[in-house]
C-alpha cells in the first residue's frame, strides 16, 4: 500500500530533502532538519499526490485516515500531551508545501485543537490567560477566514473579523492588539463564533479531529484559488504538481517576552554578501513577520548599522549563537543559500523551515562564484544556479546621483524606508493591484503603493515599475516577491499614512495622491516625489563608460568570474544586432563575438538619406532609381566602414534591405506636403505613389528579397557599399568577415538571383580596388516554405539565420501588431502556454527549424546556422538553439551577458543527460 | 560516338514516332511515315541534343558537320541531284522541330540552295522562270527575315522586304503578288539583296553550304526568342528540352496548276466528328494556308457544305482518294486524330507532317470516347487522352438564340466568317497584341482583331476574350491556337477592312473603332456589334435546365460516357464548396458527392442578416451579442436546412465563422452615415469600433477560430443552427451528415475549446430536439503549425481539409492580395515555374501537406482528410492529392467534371508506375 503520510521529529524523519516532489519543499526539509538532530517541532506531512485524489470522494479522505490518526497518536506520546485534551491539550498547525517554493501563496492555519475545554488546558500550559485567549482569537479568525472562507470579497469590503476587533478596540479605548485584556480577547471568541454562525447559519467547530480534518482539506482546496493559479502561470509551474500539507505540534513565539519568532538568509539576499541576514520580533507569530503588519528588528549588529534599535544578538545572545550555528550548519550542508523561519518559545529555538532562498541577480551571482571559491559548489554548479534573466537586473540604471542630489536640495525626498528591492523607478502612484494593472495596459509607468502586499496582488506588482509599502520587513511578502521579479521595492516605509478609500497618502506632512509621480530607489530605500533620470548601472560604468574602475566593483568581478566559466563550457557562438559603431562597442564590452544581423534600412532614415531613398521610390525608371542610389552609396559605405572597424576580425552579417518601400514615405496629409516641397514633386505624385505601394498585408507584400528581384539596382547599390567598405577596411590592416544576407527568401530561386547581382557586383569592386576580400551570402530562414525546402537552399545559402520573428509569425498565420486582441484570452485560457513571439514555439515553429538544420546540413555539412530573431536572447528559446545544432544565436547588445549564461546551461544540461 | 543526324526518305528511317524526345515530334514522325511507305520527301533530323551545345563554340558545329555532309550527299544521290549544281540543283528546307509541338513558334526557311546560279536549273526543271524567280525572291525574303534578322522591329515598324514588294506592285500596276512577272519577281530579288547589304553591311550568302548552315543555326536560336520562351511559360513546356532541326528536300506545291498543298486533321477538330477534315490551295506553298494569307478551299464535299467554291475531293478525285486512305492509316496506326500537312507537286503528293492535333474540348471527349467504341484504344488510353481543363469549354455561355435573333432583327449582324473557336464572347474591340494585354490588365473585356494572328500575338490572344481575323481557314494559326486555348474565334471574316494605323475596320459599309463593343459566335461563325447576353452551355442545358433531352445531345453522350468511365478508376472523392443550395444542385448535376466547404460568412451579408450581425459586432458586451446572435440563429437554421436537404444522405462540411469582424462593416463615410442611421447608432460609436477593430495585417489577424475562442457564443450559435437543422431535416426521414469544421487552428488547444462549444450545444440541442444525429468535428489545415503538429491536433479532429489558399499564403509569406506587384518578374525571371496561388505549390505546401496527412494518420489512422481551397478544382494539385493519399478534393461547382477527370487520370497514372 502507498504511504501517504510521513513522520518526522526527535532527531528522526520518514523523509529527506530529496523527497521534494512527493513531501513538497517544506515538508522534504522539516524531516532533513529532523536527521540533522537541529530542533523542529514534532510533526507529519501529507504527500503531494493525495491533492491529486482530494476531489475524488471514493479516495479521499480514506486513504489517509489511518496516517494521520496514528501520526497524531505518536505525536500526543512524544508530547506527553493529548490531542482535545482539557488538561494538556495536544495544539497543531497545519501548512501547506508544494514541491516548487510559492511564497505566501498557500494558506496555513495555526492553533488547530482550541475549544472551550481544551482552552483550560492551554491556560495551565501557559500560565497566562491573555496569551491563551489570545491564541483562541486568533485560530477562530484564522479557522473562520481560510477553511470557512469569511474573508472579505472585494478591494472595497470589510474583514468581518477585523471589523468586530476594531469595534471591540475602540470600545476597550485602546489602538493596538495586544492591549486588549484576556476578558476581551475571551469575549472576542464568543463575538467572532457568533459571526460564524450569523454568516454561515452553522456552528464553529469544536471537535479537535473536525477542525484538523477541515485544515488539512483547505490547505488542498487552496490549491486552486485564483491567486494560486496566478502565480503558477506567472511563474510556469505545472498545474497537476499539487501542494502537500504539514501536520505540525505548535511552538508559540507570542509566550512572554522570552519568546519570539524570525524569518533569516543564511546570507544576504540583496547583495550576496555572506554575512547572516535576518529579522525578528520577540512575543509574536510568524505570520507578523511576513505578512508585514509590525516592522521587524534585524538580527545582529551588522544589519542593524546605526538604527537606534536592538537585535536579536544584542537582545538575546545565546540564542543568536545557536541560531548562528543552525544558520552555518544548513548553508553548508544544502550548499546553497537557505531562507529560514524560527520560533522561540520560552527560550528555546525551534526551528520552523528551510528552504533555498530567493535573491537579487547580483546576490544570485555573488553567492553562487563565492560558494564555488569556498569550496562548496563546483563551477559548473555555480552556472546553473543563476537565472540568465536576473543578470538584466544588473544592466538596469540607478538614479544619477547628481539628479537625487538635486531633489534633495529641492526639498524632493518624501521619506526613507528599507531597500527591499534594489533598482531606480518612476512611475504614478496606484494604490491598488488591478489599477495597477489597468494603468499599465494603457501605457503608463505606475508604482504600486499599498500598506502591505499580499499575494492577491501579485498581477498588480508585476505591472508596476516598483512597489511601496508601508510595513513590513526585507522578509515580507513586498520584498520577496518583488526580489524575485527583480522589481524595485522601498518596504517598511513607516512615515506613509495610505487612505485606499481616498486614494492618496499623506507623507511628513505632504500629501500625494493617486496619478502623482514619486520615484523610488531600491537600492537605498528612499523615496521622492516627481521624476528623477537615471544613469547607467555599475556594471555599465565598469565596462561601457569605464567611469569605475574594475577592481573596485565586486559586481563586476563576480558578474565576470561567471561570464568567464559560461564561456569555457558553451558550444553556442553569442553575436548581436547591431546597425551602428556604438551598439557594437557595447555589445563588444558584453561580450559579443560577431554580427548576427545589421539591419540595412536603418540607415535610410536618417537625415538626407530619407531624401534620396523618397528620391529613388518616386523615380520613374532604373535611371531615376540608380541617380538616386548614387547617393546613397558614400552614406551606406561610410557606415559599414565604421561596423567593420568595430568588429575588426570578427564576421558581420549584414541583411540587404527588408521593408516595403512605403514605409520610408510620410503617410499624413501634413508629411506628405512637407515632402513634396522638400523635394519639388507634386503632393499627387507622392499620394499616388503611396496608393501604388498600398498592400492589404504589409507583412506579406513587396518586402524582403521580392524588392531587390523586381529592383535588382537596390541590391546592387548595397553590395557595392558593402565589399567597399570592406575593402577600404582591409586596406587599413583590419580584418573583415563581411557575410551578406538575403531576407524573406521563399525559393531557392530567389536566393540564386540575389546571390548573382551581389557576386557580379562583387567581382567589379575588387577588380576597381585591386583587393579581394573573403565574404559569404546566406538567407535568412523566416518563412515556412525556405525551411521546408531547405537543402534546395542550402545549395547556394553558405550559412542560414532564423528569423523567428516572421517564421514564428508565417507559422501561427499571426500577425504580431494584431495578436493583441486575442493574447490576453488565449494566456488565459491555456492556449498559449506562453507568448510565442516572447519564447519560441518549440513544438511548431520548432520543428520547422529543425528540419531546415538537418535538411541544410544535408546538402551542405558545415552549414553555418544562427538566430537572429529576438528569441536569440530568451533563455529557453537559446536552449532550443542549442539543442538543435545551430551554430550561434545573436541577440540585441544588452541581452548578450544573458546569452552567454543560457548558452553554457545549455551546454552542462546536455552534459548531465 | 553519338548519333546526332538521322536519315528519312525512299521507305526507310533511322528514327521512328518513340524517339520524339531526340528527334523532335516532327522528325520522328517523318522516320514514322517514312517506315509506313507513306510517300515524304527524303531528308535527315538534327537531334535535340545539338540544340544544348549550340552555343558551345568547342561542340558546335564540329560534332554534327560530318553527318550533315554525308546526309547532303545521300540526298543528292537519291534525288539525282546536286547541292548548288547549276543544272540539276537539290534545295532543301529547314524547320525546326520540337518534342512538344509548339505550332508556329519556331522559323522556317525554304528553298535553300538558290543563288543566281543554281536558280537557272531550277528554271530548267520547273520549265517556269516565274515560279522559280518567285521561289527565290521568297527564299532571299525569309532567309533575309529568319536568319539575318531584317525583320520589323515593333508593331509600328515597317517590314523592309514587305515594303519593296509593295513598291514593285504599285509601280507594275498589280494588287496581288501572283501578277508580277518573272523579270518583275527577279527585280525583286536584286533589291532584296540590295536591301540586306544596305541594312547589314554585308552580301546576301551565296554558297548554298553557307546557307544551310545559316538555316540550321538560326533554327537553334530561334528556341530562345523571346516568342517562344513566352509560348513555353504559358504551356509549362521545360526551357532545356530543346528543338531538332529537319533538313528535306523541297516539294513544290506552287509548280503551277497541278501543285498545290494542303493542311487537313483526321478527324473534325472543332466537333470530334469522325470525318476528314481539312483545306488546301493550289499553286500555293503550305506557308500560304497556314498563316491564313489567303483564304482556302474545304478539302471535300461534306466539309464544303451549300458554299460555292471546289473542294480538293472534287478537283483531283485522284488525290483526294489518296490522301484519305493516308488519312485512315495515319488515324489508326496512331489511334490519334492527325494533324498532317500536304504538298502536291506537279500531281505527286507528299506528306510533310503528321502530329497529334489540337482540338476542342467537345472534339477531345468525342474523339476519345469513339475510339473506344471503334475498338482502337481502351477506356483508360481515352480517360488519360482529355485534357481535365478542357472539359471548362463545354460549359462555357453560348449566346441565347432569342439575343442573336433580336440582333439580326435590329441589324447588328455585321459579317460572317469561319466558326474556327467555338462559344460565344463580347469585348471591345482592339488591334493589336500588346493592347489587349495592356486593356485587359485593366479590366476590360477584348477581342483581339486582326489581318491574321501570327505567333508573335500569342499573350494577346490569351489576354482576350475572342479573336477575329479577316483572312485564315480552319487550320491557320488564329484558328489552332484559338482552339487550343480554349478561346472563342471567327476567323476568315473576308468582309473586314483593317487599319492598323487608323485602328478601325470598315465592315459592309460600317465602321467599327478600337473600343467598341462585338460579339464573337464562335461556333456558328458570326460577328454582331454590340454586346449579347448569354446562356448556359449545350451540357448546363441537359443537366441543369433541362431543356434539352440527353439523347438529343451527343455532347453530352460522350461528356456523360468519359466521366462515368472517370468514375469507374477515381479513388479520389469529389466533393464541392457550396454556400447555398442552389449551389447543390449545380454541382450534384455535375456528379458531386458531398459539399467539402460551406462558408457560413456569406449568410450574414444578405438583407436583415448583415443588420444582426452589424448589431453583434457593435454590441457592448456579451448580453447584446447573444441578442443579435439570437436573431441570426432562426436565418442561418433555415439555410442549412435548404442545404440538408438537397444534399440528402451525402455528406457536408460547414465551416464556422471566419473573416475579421471589420469586414461585416461599412469602411467608407457614406456607407458608416447610412448604417449609422439605420441602426440607430451614432457615426462616433461605428468609427471607433471601426478603428478598434482595424488591423495592420487582416489575413494575419483575429479571424477564424480566433473569434470563436474570444467569442465562443459566435460558435455557439452557428452550432445550433446547424444541429437544429440537422434535427429537423432528419425528422423529415432525410439523411444528414454534418461535419463541423473549425477554422485557421494553430494549435491543437484552441480545437480543443472550439469542440467542447460545440459539444456542449449538441448534448443541449438533441435534448431539446428528442433527437440525436451523428455529426463531426474537425479542421481546416491552414497554417503550417497544424500541419507541424497535425499528431497532436489528430487527437480532437475528426476530419483534415486543407485550406490551401491561406496554407500557401503563410508558407510562402506571401499575401496573395499583394502579390501582384511581383507576380510577373517572378514568373519572368523563372523563380515561380507558375503562380502558386493558381497550381500548388508542391515542392513547398506539398511537404506540409504530406507531413499533416502522415502524422495525423499516425494518431488517427481512419482521419478523413480533403481538401477545399481553389486548388482542389486544378489538375495537377488534384493529382498531388491524389499521391499524398486524401481522401476527397472539394472544387467549385463548374469545376467537378474537371475534378472526377483529374482524379481518374491520377489513379491511372499510379496504376502504371
Known amino acids: 500500500m502507498a504511504k501517504y503520510v510521513y513522520f518526522f521529529g526527535k532527531g528522526k524523519a520518514d523523509g529527506a530533502k530529496e523527497m521534494k516532489e512527493l513531501l513538497g519543499g517544506k515538508g522534504a526539509n522539516l524531516g532533513e532538519m529532523s536527521r540533522m538532530g537541529i530542533p523542529v517541532p514534532p510533526g507529519f506531512t501529507i504527500t503531494t499526490e493525495v491533492c491529486g ?162 485544515g488539512i482539506g483547505a490547505i488542498f482546496e487552496s490549491w486552486n484559488i485564483p491567486r494560486a493559479v496566478a502565480y503558477r502561470e506567472l511563474n510556469n509551474i505545472p498545474e497537476d504538481m499539487g501542494t502537500a500539507v504539514n501536520v505540525q505540534v505548535m511552538v508559540f513565539g507570542n509566550l512572554g517576552e522570552t519568546s519570539g519568532t524570525g524569518v533569516a538568509f543564511t546570507r544576504n539576499p540583496a547583495t550576496g554578501d555572506n554575512v547572516f541576514y535576518g529579522e525578528y520580533l520577540m512575543n509574536a507569530q510568524g505570520e507578523d513577520v511576513v ?62 523551515q528551510t528552504r533555498s532562498g530567493k535573491r537579487t541577480g547580483v546576490a544570485a551571482i555573488r553567492i553562487a562564484v563565492e560558494m564555488v571559491n569556498e569550496g562548496l559548489i563546483t563551477k559548473e554548479q555555480a552556472l546553473m544556479r543563476v537565472d540568465p534573466d536576473q543578470l538584466n537586473q544588473l544592466l538596469q540604471p540607478t538614479f544619477d546621483p547628481h539628479e537625487v542630489h538635486k531633489a534633495q536640495k529641492e526639498g524632493r525626498q518624501l521619506a526613507e524606508g528599507l531597500n527591499a528591492g534594489p533598482g531606480a523607478a518612476s512611475g504614478r502612484v496606484v494604490f491598488n493591484a488591478p489599477d495597477a494593472v489597468e494603468w499599465a495596459q494603457k501605457g503608463e509607468k505606475v508604482i504600486l503603493v499599498r500598506w ?16 511601496l509599502t508601508a510595513r513590513g520587513g526585507m522578509t515580507s511578502h513586498a520584498a520577496l516577491v518583488a526580489r524575485q521579479m527583480g522589481k524595485v521595492c522601498v518596504a517598511g516605509c513607516g512615515a506613509l499614512d495610505i ?46 563608460e569605464k567611469s569605475l574602475a574594475p577592481e573596485d566593483s565586486p559586481t563586476h568581478q563576480t558578474f565576470h568570474q561567471l561570464l568567464t566559466w559560461a564561456d569555457e563550457v558553451r558550444r553556442l557562438g553569442i553575436r548581436t544586432n547591431a546597425d551602428e559603431p556604438e551598439q557594437c562597442e557595447v555589445a563588444l564590452a558584453f561580450g559579443a563575438e560577431g554580427i548576427g544581423l545589421t539591419r540595412t534600412e536603418h540607415m535610410f532614415f536618417e537625415g538626407d538619406r530619407i531624401t534620396s531613398m523618397r528620391e529613388m521610390i518616386l523615380a520613374d525608371d532604373l535611371v531615376g532609381r540608380e541617380r538616386a542610389l548614387a547617393k546613397l552609396l558614400p552614406m551606406q ?112 530561386e530567389e536566393l540564386t538571383d540575389q546571390k548573382k547581382v551581389v557576386l557580379d557586383v562583387a567581382e ?58 486575442f ?85 552542462l544540461r546536455e552534459k548531465m543527460h
Chains 1, 2 share one sequence.
Open 499 to 544: 487612505s485606499y478609500k481616498d486614494r492618496n497618502m499623506k507623507v511628513n506632512g505632504r500629501v500625494i495622491s493617486e496619478g502623482d509621480w514619486i520615484s523610488l530607489d531600491g537600492t537605498e530605500g528612499v523615496v521622492f516625489m516627481g521624476q528623477i533620470s537615471t544613469r547607467p548601472s555599475e556594471i555599465l560604468r565598469v565596462l561601457l
Open 53 to 214: 485524489f482530494y476531489e475524488d470522494s471514493e479516495r479521499y479522505p480514506s486513504k489517509i485516515e489511518d496516517g494521520v490518526k496514528e501520526s497524531i497518536a505518536r505525536l500526543e506520546k512524544i508530547m506527553g500531551s493529548g490531542f482535545g485534551d482539557s488538561q494538556n491539550p495536544l495544539l497543531l498547525s497545519v501548512r501547506s508545501g508544494a514541491a516548487i517554493s510559492m511564497p505566501g501563496m498557500m494558506d496555513t492555519v495555526l492553533n488547530i485543537g482550541l475549544n472551550d475545554e481544551t482552552i483550560q488546558g492551554l491556560i495551565n500550559q501557559s500560565g497566562d490567560p491573555r496569551f491563551a485567549y489570545d491564541c483562541y482569537r486568533r485560530f477562530v479568525n484564522m479557522y473562520g477566514d481560510v477553511v470557512m472562507g469569511l474573508k472579505p470579497e472585494s478591494r472595497d469590503d470589510i474583514d468581518p473579523f477585523e471589523d468586530i476587533l476594531h469595534e471591540m478596540k475602540s470600545k476597550a479605548g485602546v489602538s493596538l492588539d495586544n492591549e486588549l485584556s484576556a476578558d476581551q480577547l475571551k469575549e472576542l471568541v464568543g463575538l467572532y463564533k457568533a459571526e460564524v454562525k450569523k454568516r454561515l447559519g452553522r456552528d464553529f467547530p469544536d471537535d479537535p479531529m473536525e477542525q484538523i480534518w477541515g
Open 823 to 907: 493574447l490576453m484570452p488565449y494566456v488565459e485560457k491555456g492556449i498559449w502556454p506562453h507568448d510565442p513571439f516572447d519564447k519560441l514555439d518549440q513544438a511548431g515553429v520548432g520543428i520547422l527549424m529543425d528540419i531546415a538544420v538537418t535538411k541544410g546540413r544535408s546538402t551542405r555539412p558545415d552549414l553555418k546556422v544562427g538566430i537572429c530573431g529576438e528569441h536569440g536572447g530568451e533563455p529557453s528559446s537559446i536552449d532550443f538553439c542549442h539543442r538543435v545544432g545551430l551554430d550561434y544565436v545573436s541577440c540585441s547588445p544588452y541581452r548578450v551577458p544573458i546569452a552567454r549564461l543560457a548558452a553554457a546551461q545549455s551546454a
Open 291 to 352: 505578512a508585514g503588519t509590525r516592522t521587524p528588528q534585524p538580527i545582529n549588529i551588522i544589519q542593524k548599522g546605526d538604527r537606534k534599535i536592538i537585535s536579536l544578538e544584542e537582545e538575546r545572545p545565546d540564542t543568536y549563537r545557536e541560531l548562528d550555528e543552525i544558520r552555518h550548519k544548513l548553508d553548508t550542508h544544502y550548499k546553497e543559500m537557505q531562507d529560514i523561519e524560527f520560533t522561540i518559545q520560552k527560550g528555546r529555538l525551534w526551528m520552523l
Open 637 to 748: 559605405r561610410e557606415d559599414f566602414i565604421g561596423i567593420f572597424r568595430a568588429m575588426a576580425g570578427k564576421p558581420v552579417t549584414i541583411r540587404t534591405l527588408d521593408p516595403p518601400l512605403h514605409e520610408f514615405l510620410p503617410h499624413d496629409e501634413e508629411g506628405i506636403e512637407k515632402v513634396a516641397s522638400a523635394m519639388g514633386v507634386p503632393v499627387d505624385r507622392i499620394i499616388s505613389r503611396l496608393e501604388a505601394l498600398a498592400e492589404s498585408n504589409p507583412m506579406l507584400g513587396h518586402r524582403g528579397c521580392r524588392l531587390g528581384i523586381v529592383y535588382p539596382e537596390i541590391t546592387a547599390v548595397q553590395a557595392r557599399a558593402i565589399l567597399e567598405a570592406a575593402c577600404t577596411v582591409a586596406q587599413e590592416g583590419i580584418e573583415v568577415l563581411p557575410e551578406i544576407m538575403i531576407p524573406l527568401v521563399a525559393n531557392v
Open 764 to 821: 567589379q569592386v575588387f577588380e576597381e580596388q585591386g583587393v579581394k576580400v573573403d565574404f559569404s551570402v546566406g538567407t535568412m530562414i523566416e518563412v515556412p516554405r525556405s525551411a521546408l525546402t531547405a537543402d534546395l537552399v542550402a545549395k547556394e545559402a553558405e550559412f542560414f539565420s532564423f528569423g523567428t520573428n516572421d517564421l514564428t509569425q508565417t507559422t501561427y498565420g499571426i500577425s504580431r501588431d494584431d495578436s493583441g486582441k
Open 452 to 467: 502591505e502586499t499580499s499575494p492577491d496582488d501579485i498581477r498588480g506588482m508585476d505591472a508596476a515599475e516598483g512597489i
